[in-house]
């Protein structure tokens, strides 16, 4: 499966995650590209919105993780600090992508600066800064889902 939208303002954001929500059952995995400022994580606060959540989603550019409680845990990584897959098998990130034992959903920003970590993805947000208001989602799922 592979959607596109094009989103004019945060509500479209938001209609958008009520939507891709409702697949989202553990254990699932998804990977959330895009440039600094497209909206990966107001796109993850709509999700946990969405999953059942009233934490404060904020960015975890810092901290590296944060979760969320939800109906079920929501593992919210950002890589964009980390320089390989090793450096987050270091700091034991490794085994959030396990799904024999994931209990909740993983969102993942900036995979691709651990790429070789995760192994079984199910959906890719792609997404693209058209305009400084304007973006476009590309939703990609299954084997089709990649970083690239």
Request: glycine content about 6%.
């Given at each position: ?26 254990p699932k995995i998804v ?17 946990a919105k969405y999953l059942g ?96």
């Amino acid at each position: 499966m592979k959607v596109q939208m094009d989103i004019i303002n945060e509500k479209q954001i938001d209609y958008f995650a009520r939507a891709f929500s409702k697949l989202l059952t553990p254990p699932k995995i998804v990977l959330l590209t895009g440039d600094l400022g497209a909206g990966k994580t107001t796109l993850v606060k709509s999700l946990a919105k969405y999953l059942g959540s009233n934490d404060a989603v904020t960015s975890p550019t810092f901290t590296l993780l944060n979760i969320y409680e939800g109906k079920f845990p929501i593992y919210h990584f950002d890589m964009y600090r980390l320089a390989s897959a090793e450096e987050a098998s270091a700091v034991g990130f490794d085994e959030y992508f396990d799904k024999s034992k994931l209990d909740g959903v993983v969102f993942v920003e900036w995979p691709e600066n651990v790429a070789g970590l995760i192994k079984d993805v199910d959906f890719v947000v792609k997404i693209e800064k058209v305009t400084e208001r304007r973006r476009k989602i590309i939703l990609t799922e299954g084997e089709n889902a990649s970083c690239n």
